[in-house]
């Protein structure tokens, strides 16, 4: 048995890359050790930027559906609850203006979906045992209750979470420490004087405790951090229940009016902040937690980990066309690699403020921030202040400049967005109406943006939709990639640097007639 890419795990990772990697033409298996879809979510929040990268999936819509986007919040500072309403965010440049809270066992279920419409089922019970890099191939060895024999690949992408066996296989190196504190999950029923539907965020000496309206198995899910104990288990295994006395104990040390009457589920998992020394090996690649984790602070995990996927997906994809397959390839770590690092270094201060017992923290927190309670409402009213920190949260000004796929024209096109950059929405004008260039380019493939006065391209490719912008005066062309980061600017359209770089990455182009014929096979949409 072969494919083009195997995906191992089918957390919301795998499923994001095997989605990506089958929009983008290749062949793709995905096999979970796990034979349950249903395990309870960790990640609660998902990102403007991850909205953006997932659009083009077709994904976004049911998302939204299963999302609270305009979440309220109480923080409880000392003796005074302050209401923090996040509705609508000074975020012009993005679809996605506000917080979105969504299970993450939500955001797999419609992943899944999304891949069994393209025929692409996950193996459940099939457990990677080993995995090897050939000079042609990788070999996956398949075990477990439904898994046997061996899957030849061209690609395995191991989002196979932190304990991964393709990053072991790959003998990748795991850098990074282990936090002497530990998170405890549980889903609760709650007694007592709390606000239902919002979210309670309390700042105590011994850290943030959270109580969302987000169970799965009981109304409220209750969040803490606390110092590791002996019968903590390993960094990233969860471990057993939490006994209730303590959860009611973290609950009363916060202060909050509230009691826990009875426990759904409870578990704790130790945290670590560390990466991978390198995301790919050969043929072998990480993505997720396998390549990086950290604490829950600022809601990175899955949303770092879905960037990974759709940085990945269609470079997995498209490498076998490509006349640069080696440097495609090899852009997912140069790009990644960094990018994952300053999500790291942001969690790790996050998480000191958030729940270090070092005085200074826990003066911070249990003096000085409700001393600073007042002001709170008068901040949160400077929309330009909350929108900055959501924005840096959502990552939404990372980019990758100085990518070894990125081309640029000669002349350049002028002002921004540049080769790397993320393109921002904007409303623009194009086939005569008014649209928002992110709903124009919300489609798998590559999208050609053409000035006003651009040339129509002589050549044609089914993976690039070409796009006249009429509101943007000139004769050059930005091409974004799948992920909406630009890849090519030239300052002339028929400048050959643009058609060189479609076919550096595998996008073609071909001439008209082929088109047609490979129209015909892919069915894919002529230019
Ligand atoms: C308390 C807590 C709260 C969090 N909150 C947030 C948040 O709000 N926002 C956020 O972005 N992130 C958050 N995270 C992080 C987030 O949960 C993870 O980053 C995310 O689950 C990573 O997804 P993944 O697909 O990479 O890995 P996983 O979800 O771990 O999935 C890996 C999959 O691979 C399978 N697998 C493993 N080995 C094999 C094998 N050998 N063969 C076959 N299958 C295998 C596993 O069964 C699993 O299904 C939180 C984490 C914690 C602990």
């Known amino acids: 048995m072969s ?15 095997a989605l990506q990697a089958a929009d983008h033409g290749a062949a793709v298996r995905i096999v979970e050790r796990r034979t349950e879809r249903f395990r309870p979510s960790r990640a609660l929040m998902v990102h403007a930027r991850t909205l953006e990268l997932l659009r083009p999936l077709g994904v976004t819509a049911a998302l939204l559906d299963r999302a609270d986007t305009a979440p309220r ?7 005074r609850a302050v209401p923090v309403e996040l509705a609508s965010l000074d975020l012009p440049d993005t679809a996605f203006p506000h917080l979105t809270l969504v299970r993450q066992m939500d955001v797999e279920t419609v992943l899944e979906e999304a891949l069994a419409a393209r025929g692409v089922r996950v193996e459940r019970g099939v457990e990677v045992r080993a995995v090897r890099d050939g000079r042609d191939t990788a070999v996956v060895e398949l075990g477990g209750p439904s898994g046997h024999g061996d899957l030849r690949a ?11 066996t393709v990053r072991e296989a790959a003998g990748i190196g795991w850098r990074g420490g282990t936090y002497d504190r530990e998170v405890v999950l549980a889903d609760v029923d709650l007694d007592g004087d709390l606000e239902p539907g919002v979210a309670h965020v309390v700042a105590g000496r011994r850290g943030l405790v959270f109580v969302f309206a987000l169970g799965e198995r009981a109304p409220w899910r209750l969040l803490a951090t606390r110092p590791c104990s002996a019968t903590t288990p390993e960094p990233g295994r969860p471990g057993p229940p939490v006994p209730l006395p303590e959860l009611r104990r973290l609950l009363a040390d916060a202060g909050l009016a509230a009691r826990i009457t009875a426990v759904a589920w409870s578990s704790s998992i130790r945290l670590q902040h560390r990466t991978a020394t390198r995301f790919r090996r050969g043929r072998l690649f990480l993505a997720g937690d396998a390549a990086h984790a950290s604490s829950p602070a600022g809601g990175q995990g899955m949303n770092a980990g879905l960037h990974d996927a759709t940085n990945l997906g269609w470079k997995l ?8 397959s080696e440097s495609l390839l090899g852009s997912y770590d140069v790009e990644r690699r960094p990018a994952v690092e300053q999500v ?9 403020a958030e729940s270090s017992t070092g005085r200074t923290a826990a003066l911070l927190r249990g003096r000085v921030a409700p001393l600073g309670a007042p002001l709170v409402p008068f901040l949160l009213r400077r929309r330009r202040l ?20 990125s081309a640029v024209g000669d002349p350049p096109r002028r002002g921004r967005p540049r080769p790397g950059d993320r393109l921002p929405d904007a409303t623009v004008v194009s086939g005569g109406r008014e649209v928002h260039l992110h709903a124009l380019i919300a489609r798998p493939g590559v999208h050609l943006l053409l000035d006003r006065d651009a040339p129509e391209p002589a050549w044609g490719s089914p993976l690039v939709h070409v796009h006249r912008v009429d509101s943007s005066p000139g004769t050059g062309a930005l091409a974004l990639r799948p992920d909406g980061h630009v890849g090519c600017s030239v300052g002339d359209a028929g400048d050959p640097a643009l058609t060189g770089w479609l076919r550096r990455i595998g996008a073609g182009p071909v001439t008209r007639p082929e088109v047609g014929m490979r129209e015909q096979r892919s069915g894919g949409e002529l230019i």
Do not use: I, K, N
Not at 3 to 16: Q, R
Not at 344 to 352: E, R
């Open 344 to 352: 790291l270094a942001l969690t790790h201060l996050l998480f000191w």
């Open 317 to 324: 994809a498209l490498a076998q066309a490509a006349t640069a």
């Open 3 to 17: 494919t083009d890419v195997a995906v191992v795990g089918a957390g919301p990772v795998g499923l994001a890359l």
């Open 73 to 79: 919040a109480r923080l409880h500072l000392g003796a």
């Open 386 to 405: 909350v929108a900055e920190g959501a924005r840096l949260l959502a990552r939404l000004d990372a980019g990758y400049r100085g990518s070894p796929v």
């Open 154 to 164: 061209a690609a395995v992408a191991g989002c196979d979470g932190v304990d991964s």
